[in-house]
């Protein structure tokens, strides 16, 4: 499915609507180049899920991940693996944990073998001045985006 998402606020009405339909066990790898808007939908998918919409929610790029916990007492767990070269550190980050919550990954390449099989694919791309998202993933995702 192809969505054009002429702004930011185009960006983070998307990462709500997939928030509401997120479950544990749930991953969503987002995908795409520097200024895409990764963080941006991660940020809107988190907050929605903690109903709290000015929540500083900051980017995991140095902390590799960050984690939450919603008020249903599941944890979100949200890692940047920019600076990872592959999926040997990903132990020490708490990723088998974290599969029991909802995770959401930017730059899912370093994931290598560790890539779940169910997982979303969200890659967002530039489109003149807004993006493109184009998700792959189980219907449930796709219906009434």
Known sequence: ??????????????????AAKAQP??????????GAGKST???????????????????????????????????????????LDGPAGLEELGWDEAQDGIVLVEWPDRLGDLTPPHALHLRLSHDGAGRLAELRGE???????
């Open 1 to 18: 499915m192809r969505l054009r998402l002429p702004d930011d606020d185009a960006t983070q009405d998307l990462g709500r609507r997939l």
């Open 25 to 34: 066990g749930d991953v969503l790898l987002l995908e795409g180049p520097l």
């Open 41 to 83: 939908l991660a940020r809107a998918f988190i907050r929605a899920l903690l109903h709290a919409p000015r929540l500083t929610v900051p980017s995991p790029t140095f902390t590799l991940v960050q984690s939450y916990t919603a008020p249903s007492g599941v944890e979100i767990w949200h890692y940047d693996l920019w600076r």
């Open 139 to 145: 219907a449930r995702w796709l219906d009434g985006l």
